[in-house]
């Protein structure tokens, strides 16, 4: 059996490279992770790919908030999946709803077709929308590569047999990436249950750096990353 993925998610230049030197298979990068991640900055981007030997999934999402967005914000968002592919992005990630919280297909489609190829991954958008099945094949016809979910529970240990029909009724056709809250002392549990070949997580410690009152500084923590690689290598996964 070929052993789980790890996926990173990284919100910082430092969280990259400590995925980078602790095992991680794949990062998705971002910025402002507090806020469920935002566009990288392109400098970001480019730092990262000078010495990355993983594939660096960049998020696109121009603001905090929900999923349902102005003519204008998307067609930022546009602009900036083109720059960051042009930039040695491996793949983009975004999640577009309506306002009534299915996926709105024409923007996601559009999406897909600006990637010509390279993977695409719809984020935990998906867990905002009525039907994660009915998001699944909707995303799954799209040609979308992989959607992350929590199974709609908001952490993926207690949305493990959601995930598990997930992958059952996904037939190939899309992956299933698992995300929310998952770490070493859950995450054996949750790929033996829901059948998973990947998992997402972010490592990452809060710490008083000083800054904006109120406003955390998130320094790597990469035994999370080892801790999940050592769980799941004990359990033969």
């Known amino acids: 059996m070929a052993k789980v993925l790890l996926e990173v998610c990284c919100g910082s230049v430092d969280e990259a490279l400590a995925a980078h030197e602790n095992g991680a298979d794949r990062i998705e990068l971002c910025c402002a992770l507090a806020v469920g991640g935002l566009t990288p900055a392109l400098g970001m981007l480019e730092e990262v790919k000078s010495w990355a030997t993983y594939p660096v999934m960049a998020m696109t999402r121009s603001r905090e908030g929900g999923f349902h967005y102005t003519a204008a914000e998307f067609d930022t968002m546009v602009r900036d999946a083109k720059i960051l592919l042009n930039h040695g992005a491996d793949g983009i990630v ?29 984020h935990r958008a998906c867990d905002a929308t009525p039907d994660l099945f009915a998001t699944m094949e909707t995303l799954a016809e799209l040609g979308v590569t992989r959607m992350l979910t929590s199974g709609g529970a908001g952490q993926a240990a207690l949305g493990a047999s959601v995930l598990a029909e997930l992958v059952r009724r996904a037939e190939g056709r899309i992956e299933v990436l698992p995300g929310g809250a998952i770490e070493p002392d859950n995450v054996v549990g949750l790929v033996q249950t829901s059948g998973v070949t990947q998992v997402h997580f972010a490592a990452r410690d809060n710490a008083d750096q000083g800054g904006y009152a109120g406003v955390a500084e998130a320094v790597p923590a990469p035994a999370v990353i080892t801790g999940i690689r050592q769980a799941l290598a004990d359990a033969g996964l």
């Open 94 to 122: 975004f999640g577009f709803l309506h306002q009534d919280g299915t996926v709105d297909v024409e923007r996601t489609a559009r999406m897909v077709d600006i990637a010509g190829g390279a993977p695409t991954m719809f």
